[in-house]
């Protein structure tokens, strides 16, 4: 995603009608303004930030919350290495 923000930094990515973004039709062309890159311009910037959340919404419609809460918990403490491992076996893990 850098190597997008890096080639299309300082251009307009399209323009759309500026009915179509009020009242953030300023914000759209955020951080170079309106002003720079003329009324409608959409930079790279806010068109990520867009796509990332248009992304989750479709994630979140897909996927049902539970589903996903079981995704989003972290894993179990991994044991000391110590225990893992016994240094007489080859470094086998002999937990089951």
Known sequence: MGAIVYVCWGQALMYVPPQLTWPVGGLMAFPHGARQLGVGAVTVMPWLLLCNRVANMLAQMT????????RLQPL?????????????????????
């Open 76 to 96: 179990p403490p991994m044991p000391p290495l110590g225990e893992m491992t016994d240094p007489q076996e080859g470094g086998h893990d002999h937990h089951e």
């Open 63 to 70: 996927f049902p919350q539970p589903t996903l809460a079981l």
